[in-house]
C-alpha cells in the first residue's frame, strides 16, 4: 500500500477473509443480483466513481516550559480520493494523503531530528490512507483492506483525525445491524497504520487485534454497549491488552446520560500482570442557548500499571494539550466542565479539567481548552483552538494554538 513493511497474514487472517467471504455469499444469495442504485456494469460502476480533494493547513505553536524554543508547526495536508459506483452491492474506494512542511520545520514532528523543540506529531509525507473492498446488502456490509475504524465516539478506537496523517486499519470488517436494532460489529486487523508514519520505528502497530462491539436498543433513548478489544501485539508486546467494557446512554428528556464500566488486563505474550478499571459517568443537557455537559472519567491503574487506549483518538479527551497520552502508572482521574453554544454562525466551546491520580493522592494538574470553528462558505471552514494545561504532578506548563483552514472539494 506504501513502502512500509507489512506482515504476511497468518492462517488466523486468512480464516477471518474466508469466513467473511461466506458470510458475503450466503447473504447475496439472498438479496437481488442488482437494485435500483447497481450499475449495470463492472466497467459502469467504475467510470460512475466519484473523485475528491481538500485541503487542510494547520499552524500549531507549542509552549512548553521544558523547551527554550517554542514549536511551530505550519503543515498542510492534501487528500485526494475515489469511491467507485455500486456493481451488485460491491463498491470500492482508495485515498491518498500528503502532508507537507511550508516554510521551516522548527518543530519535532518525531521523525526530523529536530529535538530542541516540543513534539508536534504531524510528519510530512506521502501514503495511502485507505484502499479498501466493500460488499453490502440490507442490514451486512463486509470491507476488507486498509479503511477507517471508528467505534462509537472513538474513546477505544478511531482514526485521530486530529492529526495531519490519519490512523488507519489494515484487516477485515464485518458488520451487522440498522439504528433502533440490534448492531454487531466485528474486526479482525493486523497492522494499525499510526500517525507517526512510515519513517517511524513506531509508525505499525502488527499482530492479532480483534475488535469487537455490540449495541442494543432497549427502549426508546436508552442503549446498551458491549465490547470486547484485544491486542496481541507483535512489534509493541507489553502493550498488549485485552478489554471488557459496558457503556449505557440514555434520554431523560432535557438530559442525556452516559456510564461506562471496563476492565483490563495484559494479552498475548506481555510479560506484565495487571487487572485495572476504566469507569465514566457524564450528564449533558440545554441551559438555553448554552449545552452543558458534566463528567468524571477515571483510568485505573494495577501493580503500577495504567489503563491504555492506544487505538483511540486520543485528541478528543483529557485536554486538548495531550498531556495524557500515556496513562500515567498511578492511573488518572479526569472531572471536566463543557459548555458550548452558536456564536457568529460558529461554534465556540470551553471546557475545564481537573487531574488526578486514580491510585494516590496525586494532583495531576488542570486545563483550560477554547475552541471557536465557523464555515467560511459551503467550501471553506476555520477554526481556531486554545490549550493552557497548569503541571502540578505530572509534566510542565504546557500552552498550545491552533489556525486552521480547510476547503473540500
Known sequence: MNSRTHPRPGKFPRLVGMTLLGAVSAVALQAQAADDNSAPTLLD???????????????????????????????????????????????????????????????NSTVNGNGTYPVVADPVGTEVNQAYLKYAAGDYSATVGRQRINLGDQRFVGGVGWRQNEQTYDGYRFHYGAAESLRIDYSYVYNVNRIFGEDSAKGDLRGDIQLFNASYPVTKGHEFALYLLDLDLANAVDASSRTLGLTYTGDFGPLKARLGYARQGESGDSSLNYSAPYYLAEVSGALGPVNAKLGHEVLGSDNGVGFTTPLATLHKFQGFADQFLATPGDGVEDSYLDASAKVFGGNLGVTYHKFAAAESAANWGDEWDLSYGRPINDTLAALVKYAVYSADEHGVDTNKLWLQLTAKF
Do not use: C, H, P
Not at 46 to 63: I, M, P
Open 45 to 107: 460502476a467504475l467510470q460512475s466513481g466519484k473523485a475528491g480533494v481538500s485541503l487542510r493547513y494547520r499552524l500549531e505553536n507549542v509552549d512548553q516550559e521544558n523547551f527554550d524554543e517554542d514549536a511551530n508547526a505550519s503543515t498542510l495536508k492534501t487528500r485526494l480520493s475515489w469511491d467507485s459506483g455500486n456493481y451488485r452491492g460491491f463498491t470500492a474506494g482508495i485515498e491518498m494523503d500528503n502532508v507537507t512542511a511550508t516554510g521551516d520545520e522548527d518543530y
